[in-house]
């Protein structure tokens, strides 16, 4: 999200070159996710959020850090683009006459932490790693903090390696293989490659959202979307109270913060706003009403969503789109995961 477009682009992308450091970077299914991975319960409790969209939330057994790997059911919709999405001038995936059908889904509630991170592949990229002039806040735990530095490429081996590691069914297949071991070393450039990855959205394993997914996860869900005035950012119509959701410029002191300390969204997701920018499916592209679901088919940029803990209000906003190529390893950049629950 540093840009919908032109000039703002390119003026926030070469910014993120010069000052990020590190190198380059910022549909539905029908196989029931499993519930007996071993990192979760078999039982499902319901969400603390009233909206109905929440549907149900997995509860699986706290991490040694203690931040749980607990996912929201996020009920589908079909939702049709309308000018009531825009904030300001800027629209996000929902154009004016873009009709798009949104299946089930499960969405992490937070974004994926350092602790979370190392634990699938062995290190620990992050800038923001606890060492001298990086430390955590007073209060917070270090390895909660989200996991950054991290390309788009590296988050597909995180997803195929952690479905593996729990039990899963990959969602991503390389050149017809879905080990990331047999996937050979994570480009630092951009690759032929692993640019024709293909996503099984059938598959019950982790993977990165669809630009829809995650606007609509960001917006409610279902009620979200439905109501005649949209929230401009996650849970809150107010940039005034964006503070009590999101840690940006304003409130963040220039360093990323732990997941989960501010203020959840209706469906009960953190971060959604601020922190670092999350990972998307999708190329970037222009969204066209024919545009679909899972985003235009190809492109050279990668899209990134919801600002981070560098960015102004405005950057933070439900409909600001970034774009980085796919290689691209910063300090502003994380993600975090979905599963298909059909």
């Known amino acids: 999200m540093?840009?919908?477009?032109?000039?703002?682009?390119?003026?926030?992308?070469?910014?993120l070159l010069i000052s990020c450091g590190g190198g380059g970077g910022g549909g539905g299914g029908a196989t029931a996710p499993s519930t007996t991975s071993t990192n979760e319960t078999t039982t499902t409790t319901s969400t603390s959020s009233s909206n109905s969209s929440s549907g149900t939330t997995t509860t699986p057994t706290p991490n040694p850090t203690g931040v749980p790997w607990t996912f929201v059911r996020v009920t589908g919709t079909t939702v049709t683009g309308d000018d009531k999405f825009k904030v300001g001038s800027y629209t996000g995936c929902f154009v004016a006459g873009r009709t798009v059908t949104i299946a089930d889904f499960y969405i992490l509630d937070h974004e994926v932490t350092q602790a979370e991170y190392q634990a699938v592949m062995g290190s620990n990229p992050s800038y923001f790693n606890g060492s001298s002039g990086r430390e955590a806040s007073d209060?917070?735990?270090?390895v909660n903090r989200p996991v950054e530095q991290v390309s788009w490429y590296d988050a597909l081996v995180y997803c195929n390696k952690k479905s593996m590691a729990d039990g899963l069914t990959p969602c991503y297949t390389i050149s017809g293989k879905t080990n990331p071991a047999e996937w050979g070393v994570v480009p630092t450039?951009?690759?032929a490659t692993w640019n024709t990855v293909i996503c099984n959205f059938n598959a019950n394993g982790y993977r990165l959202p669809t630009e829809v997914e995650w606007e609509y996860a960001l917006l409610g869900g279902a009620e979200g979307v439905q109501v005649a005035n949209?929230?401009?950012?996650?849970?809150?119509?107010?940039?005034?109270?964006?503070?009590?959701?999101?840690?940006?410029?304003?409130?963040?002191d220039g360093k990323t913060h732990e997941v989960r300390k501010k203020t959840a969204n209706s469906l009960g997701l953190y971060d959604m706003n601020g922190n670092v920018w999350e990972w998307c499916w999708d190329w970037h592209g222009d969204v066209r009403v024919s545009t679909p679901a899972t985003g235009t088919p190809s492109g050279s940029k990668r899209l990134d969503r919801g600002g981070?803990?560098?960015?102004?209000?405005?950057?933070?906003?439900?409909?600001i789109r970034g774009s980085i190529i796919p290689e691209f390893r910063n300090k502003l950049n994380g993600f975090r995961v979905v599963r298909t629950a059909n």
Not at 2 to 15: D, M, Q, R, S, T
């Open 189 to 191: 450039s951009s690759d």
């Open 139 to 142: 209060g917070e735990t270090q």
């Open 230 to 252: 949209p929230t401009d950012y996650a849970g809150t119509n107010d940039s005034g109270s964006l503070g009590s959701y999101a840690w940006y410029d304003s409130n963040s």
């Open 2 to 15: 540093k840009k919908p477009f032109g000039v703002l682009f390119l003026l926030i992308a070469a910014f």
């Open 308 to 319: 981070s803990y560098y960015n102004k209000t405005e950057l933070c906003s439900a409909t």
